[in-house]
């Protein structure tokens, strides 16, 4: 063997050797992972919110005779002149005074039941909370292939197409392992 072969095949094993360094250094420190799926991740919030608007209800007329002073005088009056018309002498006075006892009671809860009945329709503003849903995206999980090794790995932003990798990690500060 001749010495220019011979320096040739070592400068071609030198630089053969200085080139598969040099390849794996700059594969250690500029990997990537290649991205293969990303999904998002929601989450489901609640959002109160109030409804108003006007609406017809039914309720009492306004009296002027809370007391039912009115009814109880009426009927206490018919009751008294019906039992005026029993019996005679202190049975008399005795059948009035329980027949105007017993007509102003009546009276008074007649008057009661058609207070009670009188309603009139009007418009109400009214008010409640309806509660409205919505989807939040919270995260993704996303799916990556880093040499054979195919993993998952929930990030709070969406990545890029391919993730830089340094000593086997992802380099991405947001990532937590599912």
Not at 49 to 57: A, T
Not at 68 to 83: F, N, P, Q, Y
Not at 148 to 172: A, F, N, Y
């Amino acid at each position: 063997m001749n010495k220019a072969m011979v320096g040739g095949v070592l400068i071609g094993v030198a630089l053969a050797t200085s080139g598969a360094v040099v390849a794996g250094f700059a594969s250690r420190d500029s990997r990537y992972a290649e991205v293969l799926d990303v999904q998002p991740v929601t989450q489901e919030v609640r959002l109160p919110r109030q409804v108003c608007g006007d609406e017809l209800v039914e309720q009492r007329r306004p009296v002027q005779d809370e007391h039912r002073v009115a009814g109880t005088a009426i009927g206490a009056v018919l009751g008294g002149v019906l039992g005026h018309q029993v019996g005679n002498g202190n049975g008399r006075t005795l059948a009035t005074a329980a027949g105007a006892a017993a007509g102003g009671y009546a009276g008074n809860r007649v008057q009661k039941h058609m207070q009670d009945g009188d309603t009139e329709r009007v418009n109400a503003h009214r008010c409640h909370t309806v509660q409205d849903v919505q989807h939040e995206v919270v995260g993704y999980d996303v799916r990556y292939r880093l040499g054979d090794t195919t993993d998952v790995v929930r990030t709070r932003q969406r990545p890029p197409e391919r993730i830089p990798v340094r000593d086997g990690r992802l380099l991405i500060d947001d990532t937590a392992h599912r």
